[in-house]
């Protein structure tokens, strides 16, 4: 079974840092892209940060300069280093895996699969 684990949340304080880690676990041939997705009380989800597979990313306006995004391929993980956070950083992070090809035959393909999310609360 093909599902992807997340880890890292917790309570920080303003200004501080938090490093959130992904791994899709199974045994697949391709993932195309990784990333990161963030809901905060009465919002919607919202893209925080992507990479796909050939190391292009995309990351929103409200965290760039503060939080990067990286890809080990070997391990199928993304990570999400977080610096510098805010209050408004306060939601449930989901990791989110976009086209993934299973290695076994017959191939399987899931053009979405999401983590069951973890909480980010920064307060001092």
């Known amino acids: 079974q093909v599902r992807l684990v997340e880890s890292g949340g917790g309570l920080v304080q303003p200004g501080g840092s938090l490093r959130l880690s992904c791994r899709l676990l199974g045994s697949v041939a391709r993932i195309h892209v990784m990333g990161w997705y963030r809901q905060g009380p009465g919002d919607q989800r919202e893209l925080v940060a992507s990479?796909?597979?050939?190391?292009?990313?995309n990351v929103a306006d409200s965290i760039k300069g503060r939080f990067t995004i990286s890809r080990d391929n070997l391990r199928n993980s993304v990570y999400l280093q977080m610096n510098g956070v805010k209050p408004e950083d306060t939601a449930v992070y989901y990791c989110?895996?976009?086209?993934?090809?299973?290695?076994?035959?017959?191939?399987?393909?899931?053009?979405?699969?999401w983590g069951q999310g973890t909480v980010v609360t920064v307060s001092s």
């Open positions: 990479v796909n597979d050939a190391g292009v990313t």
């Open positions: 989110r895996a976009d086209d993934v090809m299973g290695a076994t035959m017959p191939r399987t393909t899931w053009p979405e699969l």
